[in-house]
């Protein structure tokens, strides 16, 4: 009985780890488990399913998905629910709230690129890029802009609206863009972060580039990551 007990407690998502009022402290009972954030960003833009997850976030385990979901679900982070026919599938997707959750994401990445360990090779995800350009827009750069840029990136694409220092993202068809890359998120973040010109991927075919080629230029040049801090002596 008591074995059982205890397991039921353990499996519980609102375990308190900290016995403290602070707000940031129920954020971590929240959102704090390895993996638990990475999987609010891969949901920042729509729905996803159980697979779709998994693929975005290769590290993971299916057991351990499994439970930061209904760990989630059962705080009210986000919701699970089946699409109607003819998709008739089991996707994951934020609640209103857990979309509120975008802003501390946003800040808390940015705080984090300052670190000199911060490594832009490393592998990214296609949400993980666009919550980027959410995150590092500079406003200053962006003045006067008012146009769609379309993303291809396998099976994921995503259109972006860019007007002055606002750009919201929504997963769509980017057919109709004023500007297409079709592309995947590591080479995309090396022309964008890494400052490679365009035609490098191009000419290896690792980018293709569809629609007005100066703004094309233009764009991968309105992000800017934030200054690193000094070195630890």
């Not at 399913?49 to 299916?62: C, M, N, Q, T």
């Not at 592998?123 to 919550?131: C, T």
């Not at 609206?161 to 057919?175: A, E, K, N, W, Y």
Request: with cysteine; net charge neutral; proline share 7%.
């Amino acid at each position: 009985m008591k074995l059982k007990k205890v397991t039921q407690e353990a499996k519980s998502s609102k375990m308190r780890w900290y016995d403290d009022a602070c707000g940031t402290a129920l954020a971590l009972e929240l959102v704090g488990e390895r993996w638990s954030l990475l999987i609010v960003r891969e949901l920042m833009f729509g729905g996803r399913r159980f697979s779709e997850l998994k693929a975005s976030l290769p590290g993971i385990s299916a057991n351990i998905l499994t439970q930061r979901l209904e760990g989630m679900e059962e705080t009210g982070i986000l919701v699970r629910r089946k699409l109607p026919p003819p998709a008739s599938v089991q996707i994951y997707e934020l609640t209103p709230w857990g979309y509120e959750s975008e802003t501390a994401i946003k800040e808390l990445g940015r705080w984090a690129a300052r670190s000199p360990d911060h490594d832009t090779t490393l592998p990214l995800s296609a949400a993980s890029i666009m919550l980027s350009f959410r995150t590092m827009l500079s406003a200053e750069l962006s003045a006067g802009l008012d146009a769609t840029i379309g993303f291809r990136m396998g099976a994921e694409t995503f259109v972006a609206h860019v007007t002055g220092s606002q750009i919201p993202i929504r997963r769509d068809d980017p057919s109709g863009a004023d500007v297409v890359f079709t592309t995947d998120p590591m080479t995309l973040g090396s022309v964008v972060y890494g400052g490679r010109p365009i035609a490098d991927p191009e000419s290896d075919g690792s980018m293709k580039v569809e629609g007005d080629r100066a703004l094309a230029e233009r764009f991968v040049r309105l992000f800017v990551l934030p200054p690193k801090t000094a070195p630890t002596p």
